[in-house]
């Protein structure tokens, strides 16, 4: 076959090159070059076909026409070899199979999006589902194909009649693609996974048990050729899918409450576009003059081939249920970290300060972990170790670590904005602002007043009972060395914040994943824990691990990531450390004690004290901007007049300043 691509891609060699006698994979070739041709840039065609505002392929496509019509002789061999790849290419797999995962798991469709992205195609197939993918590799082939009118596809239909000999139908392999996809959704709805799962009232016509019987009385009346029993059974099937689809969309809405599951979501989205698909073969099947609705169904396979490469339009569409469900949790848990009267500031700030002070003894476990040398893993993982106890501790004991409110407030204020309107909801979600910026602010106030004196007191006593400080002059010297303003403190602070994020993430997935395998009523009604326990003690179990599983995830999982990665990463090379306030506080306090009084003429001293504050804005900036984004994003929310909230946030500051800091009267 002559090179195309080095002719310029001449249109007279593709036209001598037709030869239906070739070996398949030299014609499928031949087809990916005319395909290419059609979209390819070239001269101007001069021939009566151009138009304003026409997609080129289609310029392209008629000029083609035009051609085959003033040249019989190169229309026959075109014609010829069209129907030689029908009739020996399997079509069945381009109906049933392009656009769906071969497996019913997001992962495996994963890997197998990944192979397609990476991995080339080849025209030394039989099968017209793979070489599809090498015909319309384009996103801009669905527009065109969509935009073939009457006459260009009545035109088509006259090329293609005039080749001598027969091929298999066009509706054979439809009709065996429509036989697997309703196999497929019919095996997909009486599963277990999503039985149990859809609403009981929109099963009991058994829609899913019905589809295979009545599409093959579909088929049947349609080669016996009575239009009157087709429409019947028609009408039929398509109340079915109708029915099927309703059941279809009961799952979401009950995963919303009873925990989601991604795969599970993934099942529902793939049993929706099969469906579709159904619907589309069966207009073109009984459609009077298909090729309008046979242009539609190869536009649309198109679309989807694109899209079935597209590893964002995976994720964004099969994990934003997840999200919304991880922030609502969040959200719920975060209305505990916003202080609202009197009352609550101060108990806000006695719970910060128990936890400041839990906080001062992980700073000396830390530091007598550092003494051990452990190899390095062992030591980030011991470290981890350390700040996971000590979280969890805070955790039972009802106290407050500052740095893990901005993930689960941020979700709580992102739930006003979807309520956001008039001046009285802008007023609200103002006052919102001020009651979480000034609980935020107890809580690390009070973290910072417990630790500072706690820690300088161990110091101090432990310098006078045995002559010397816990953390001596060396260990305090590295101290003042590694958290300076003037080193990458702030980055390592930022990176922190994304680690306070991703432990809240990590919560409320912790959570679903209790809910959707309904763990508490496991615990409360397994048969060999309530004769073990008793049924009150085992329901009092069932209720303290349903309330405390995310609290407990979102403390292990921060400890040991601030552990373990900066481990890790030095395995790798790469310099990363975290920068924790409140540790990082207690740290320094340490390293004073240590010095004494002549610290205090360090300059080496104040710009850690002065990183201090920064270390905790960027602690809580990032944590809880990453949490608000993620909050907006998997509820669909639009901040559309985010001048509007910014005026009011700054007119509130000017007229009440005391309001972000201290609670009203």
Not at 218 to 240: N, V
Not at 378 to 397: C, D, E, P, R
Not at 605 to 621: D, E, H, S
Not at 654 to 659: A, F, G, H, K, Y
């Amino acid at each position: 076959m002559p090179d195309c691509r080095a002719r310029g891609w001449d249109l007279t060699a593709l036209l001598n090159a037709a030869d239906a006698s070739a070996p398949l994979a030299a014609r499928n070739l031949w087809l990916v070059r005319l395909l290419e041709w059609l979209r390819h840039p070239a001269p101007r065609v001069d021939d009566g076909a151009d138009s304003p505002g026409r997609a080129l392929p289609l310029l392209r496509l008629t000029h083609l026409l035009n051609v085959l019509e003033r040249h019989p002789e190169h229309a026959r061999p075109v014609a010829q070899l069209l129907l030689a790849i029908w009739r020996d290419m399997n079509a069945v797999g381009l109906f049933a199979d392009v656009g769906f995962a071969p497996r019913m798991a997001l992962w495996s469709e994963l890997l197998n999006r990944l192979r397609l992205r990476v991995l080339p195609g080849t025209v030394d197939t039989q099968e017209l589902a793979e070489l599809f993918v090498l015909l319309f590799p384009e996103p801009e082939d669905a527009q065109w194909l969509n935009q073939l009118d009457a006459a260009l596809l009545q035109r088509l239909a006259a090329l293609l009649a005039q080749a001598e000999g027969s091929g298999p139908s066009w509706r054979e392999p439809m009709q065996a693609g429509l036989t697997a996809l309703i196999s497929a959704v019919r095996s997909a709805g009486l599963s277990g996974v999503l039985r149990q799962r859809m609403d009981a009232a929109l099963l009991q016509n058994q829609p899913f048990t019905q589809l295979a019987s009545t599409t093959e009385q579909l088929l049947a009346a349609q080669a016996s050729g009575d239009s009157a029993l087709l429409h019947q059974r028609l009408q039929l099937l398509r109340a079915l899918l109708d029915d099927c689809r309703s059941a279809a969309a009961s799952v979401p809405r009950h995963l919303e409450q009873h925990g989601v599951s991604v795969d599970i979501v993934f099942e529902v989205e793939q049993m929706h576009a099969r469906i579709r698909r159904i619907e589309a073969l069966l207009d073109c099947l009984v459609a009077p003059e298909p090729q309008r609705e046979l242009a539609r169904l190869l536009a649309e396979l198109a679309r989807v081939t694109q899209e079935r490469r597209s590893l964002r339009t995976l994720f964004a569409r099969h994990y934003s249920l997840l999200a919304r469900k991880v922030t609502e949790r969040s959200a719920e848990t975060g209305e505990h970290y916003i202080t609202r009267t009197r009352s609550e500031y101060r108990a806000m700030l006695l719970s910060a300060a128990g936890g400041g002070a839990l906080m001062a003894i992980t700073t000396f476990v830390k530091f007598g972990i550092a003494a051990l040398a452990f190899p390095a893993f062992w030591a980030g993982f011991w470290a981890g170790a350390n700040y996971a106890a000590s979280f969890v501790a805070v955790q039972l004991m009802h106290w407050t670590v500052a740095t893990k409110q901005p993930a689960m407030t941020a979700p709580a204020l992102a739930q006003k904005l979807g309520s956001l309107s008039g001046e009285k909801g802008l007023e609200e979600f103002v006052d919102e602002v001020a009651h979480l910026l000034r609980s935020q602010m107890a809580g690390i106030v009070g973290n910072l007043s417990a630790v500072i004196p706690l820690v300088l007191a161990v110091q101090l006593l432990s310098a006078w009972l045995l002559g010397t400080p816990l953390v001596g002059a060396p260990q305090a010297d590295y101290v003042l060395h590694s958290l300076t303003l003037l080193g990458p403190t702030l980055a390592f602070a930022a990176f922190t914040g994304v680690l306070l994020f991703t432990s809240s993430l990590i919560a409320g997935w912790a959570e679903n994943w209790f809910v959707l395998y309904r763990l508490d009523a496991a615990i409360a009604w397994n048969p060999r824990l309530v004769a073990r326990l008793g049924q009150p003690r085992a329901q009092r179990w069932a209720d303290w691990w349903r309330h405390n599983i995310s609290g407990l995830a979102a403390n292990v999982s921060l400890g040991m990531m601030l552990g373990l990665l900066p481990a890790l990463a030095a395995f790798f090379g790469l310099p990363i450390e975290v920068r924790h306030v409140t540790l990082s506080t207690g740290q320094i306090a340490a390293a004073a004690g240590a010095l004494g009084l002549e610290v205090l003429h360090q300059p080496g001293f104040w710009w850690c004290v002065a990183a201090i504050p920064l270390t905790g804005l960027l602690n809580v900036g990032v944590s809880f901007y990453l949490a608000f984004k993620l909050a907006l994003r998997s509820k669909g929310l639009q901040v559309a007049d985010r001048a509007r909230l910014r005026r009011a946030i700054w007119q509130r500051l000017r007229e009440q300043p005391r309001s972000f800091l201290l609670p009203p009267r």
